[in-house]
């Protein structure tokens, strides 16, 4: 199983970016399909998740401002991070069950 997240970067506050996270070794459409991220100093913490069927949810900090989604075709999740803050700099993980995780695209947002 890989997953192969890439889209991170630097960006200034108010922007946005698009991480994409690449699966292989899976069946992708029956996999829910997870982000997570990391600031330095701070444990591991729930950004968005999407169910097979596409249903979504959101950690309250990040709502209304990212968007998850997946193509199952392409065998990608997705994830839309619009109008940035300088506290969502971190590493930003995808996550599968039962506990496949890519090894992480940094996002830094300037102030």
């Known amino acids: 199983v890989q997953l192969v997240e890439s889209g991170g970067g630097l960006v200034q506050a108010g922007g946005s970016l698009r991480l994409s996270c690449a699966a292989s070794?899976?069946?992708?459409?029956?996999?829910?399909m997870k982000w997570y991220r990391q600031a330095p100093g701070k444990q591991r913490e729930f950004v968005a998740a999407?169910?097979?069927?596409?249903?979504?949810n959101y950690a309250d900090s990040v709502k209304d401002r990212f968007t998850i989604s997946r193509d199952n075709a392409k065998n990608t999740v997705y994830l839309q991070m619009n109008s940035l803050k300088p506290e969502d700099t971190a590493v930003y993980y995808c996550?599968?069950?039962?506990?496949?995780w890519g090894q992480g695209t940094q996002v830094t947002v300037s102030s």
């Open positions: 996550q599968t069950f039962p506990n496949y």
């Open positions: 070794g899976i069946v992708f459409s029956i996999q829910p």
């Open positions: 999407i169910t097979t069927n596409g249903r979504t």
